[in-house]
C-alpha cells in the first residue's frame, strides 16, 4: 500500500477571514469587560472606603472623626489619616502594604500620639488559607498593642512577637507593616 501525503495549501482569504473573526470575538468582549467594569468599580469603590473607615475606628478606640493628611512618601506606606475625638488629636492610622508569603498584605496600624501602637487591621491579602492566614487572627495581631520601637518575631520572647508556626512569613510581614508604620511615625512622616 501506497501512502499519500496530502498537500497543505494556505488559503489568504480564509486565513484573513478567521482572523477578522478572532478580532471581533476580542472586540466584543473586551466591550463587554469595560461596560462590566464601569458598572462595578463604583461598588468596589465604596465597598474599599467601608471597609477602610471600619479599619480605621478599629485600630484607633475611641475616636470620632478621619481626616486624611499630607505626608511625606515613604516606602510602604499608602495612606495617612489622623484620628480626633472633637478636637484632640489621639494619633494615625497609617495604611502599609509589606509584602507576604502570597503577595502584598494591606494592613491599618493606629499609632498614638506617644508612638505607641493601639491596634492592627488587616484589609486585604493573598496568604494562603488555613496557614498564612493564622497570622491575622485578631488573637495574633492583639501583641502588638502598646508596642514601640521596632518589634521583632522571635520564639519565646517575652518582649518579641511570637510567630504562627507554619505562618513565619505571614507573621513576619505583618509585623515589617507595623514597623513601618511605627518608624514612619517616629521620623515625623506626617507633614
Known sequence: MSETK???QFDGKYIAKLAITLLAITAVAALLLSVVYAQTKPVIDELAEQTKRESMAMVMAGATEFTPVEYTETEGVTDVNAAYN???LLGYCV???PSGFGGTISMMV????NGAVTGVSILSHSETAG???KAMTSEFLAQYTGRTGTITV???ADTDINHISGATVSSRAI???VNI???FIAEGGVN
Not at 493606629?110 to 500620639?113: A, E, S
Open 131 to 133: 496557614l498564612g492566614t
Open 154 to 156: 522571635k520564639t519565646g
Open 95 to 97: 495604611q502599609t502594604a
Open 86 to 88: 472633637g478636637t484632640e
Open 181 to 183: 508604620a511605627l518608624a
Open 110 to 113: 493606629g499609632v498614638d500620639t
Open 6 to 8: 496530502a498537500k497543505v
Open 175 to 177: 509585623t515589617d507593616g
